[in-house]
């Protein structure tokens, strides 16, 4: 029971077909791991995970996978292109709920290796597992990690996401290994030259060094997983970003690629979420109820967004746009102004005040 290299290009084969245009493999044991557990290491202990719990929680199996699935030998990595535009919401959220769609595609990838493999087990891994996925798909030859942290794929740029099938049949082949540790580190900044475009771009500093980033800064995580109210100068700095940020990849030359898209495979794409188009309309998100939020996070990665954190990333966002309110916006304003919820209500006080006053 190996994975061989035959095994594997016809893996990727298989994977092409489903999806997932781009494979990779590596042994969970690579000393490459090491270096990554260290950081994962840092940036816990020095809180840089923020109000992320489940960082903390799965701190010990994320630095062993292995533990997910007994037995693990390889994580065979895959990557999926995404598209879309400049917009309040980051482009890897304006498609169908990757988590969903990688899911579905590895599933049939699994199907296809057992069918080959019978006596591997598999566990599928998208995004929630805790598998330090840049470090696996970067070492397994996808790509490199630029100084922003997110991988880099060769002809594809940085606009992918990742998912993982961990399999306890070893692989045959270990070339990786003949190069260091500390080497592989190096080599991942070195890609970018002297490049710092994405680190000075970011909106609000959030780079503490080249591929360290502090979450608790990064308009993502103030966006998507921070709960409570978010810092002034953080909430000046995010413009009208309700869901997400690009701002470090859209700098990026590896971006830059006008053939990009002829290089990705039609059935590669994630497509639209079902139902109506998700505009991103501040006024209306500014005080969606629930049946409205609903609607506009359904199958698609917002689903992680709670309602009243969308609505208070709504008012900051009204609150940063430029020029006096029109009537729509300040009676959006005003009805949340008088909200039952203190975040909202502070979200829609500070609009009111930048927008409506003086
Ligand atoms: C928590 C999380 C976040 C948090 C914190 C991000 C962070 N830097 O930790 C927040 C909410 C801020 C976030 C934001 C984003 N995220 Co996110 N996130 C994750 C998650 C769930 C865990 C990341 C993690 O473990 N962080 C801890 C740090 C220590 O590890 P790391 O960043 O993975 O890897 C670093 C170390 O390994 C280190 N390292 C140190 N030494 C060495 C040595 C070697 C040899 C190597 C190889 C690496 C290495 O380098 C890496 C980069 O800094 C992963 C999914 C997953 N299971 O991995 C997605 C993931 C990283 N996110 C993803 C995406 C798309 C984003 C956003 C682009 C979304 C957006 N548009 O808003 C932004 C990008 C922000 C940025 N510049 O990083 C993708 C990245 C795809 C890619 N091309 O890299 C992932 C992989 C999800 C997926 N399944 O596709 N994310
Ligand atoms: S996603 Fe935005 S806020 Fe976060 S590090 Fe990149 S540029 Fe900065
Ligand atoms: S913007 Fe420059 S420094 Fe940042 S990841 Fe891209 S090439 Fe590297």
Redesign the pocket.
Known sequence: MTLTPALLRALAERASEVGLPRLGAVRLDHP?FA??R???DR?LDEG?HGE?EF?TRTRTV?KDPSSMLPGARTAIVVAVPYRGEQSPI???AQSAD?HTVMHDRLEELETWLHARLPEARTLI???????????A???SGLGF?GK?????MPGLG?Y????ALLCTAPLEAEAPDAVE?SE??RV?WDACGQCTRCLDACPTQAFVAP???D?RR????LT??HRGEIDPALADAMGERIA???V??EVCPYNGGRERDARVPEVAWIGPPPGRPRTPDLVELANSGNARHRSFVKHTALRRIPRRALRRNALLALGNRAGPASKAEREAIEQAASDEDPLVRKAAKRARRRRTEG
Not at 148 to 152: E, K
């Open positions: 490459g270096p990554a260290t950081a994962l940036y840089f992320m960082m994320r980051a482009r890897y990757y891994c998208v995004d929630t597992k805790p598998l330090l996925e840049r470090t798909a970067a070492l990690l922003h942290g997110c991988l880099i940085s992918v996401l990742l998912g540790a592989l580190h991942s591929g360290r980033l979450p990064c308009i993502s995580y998507i997983e997400g940020c690009d470090c990849q």
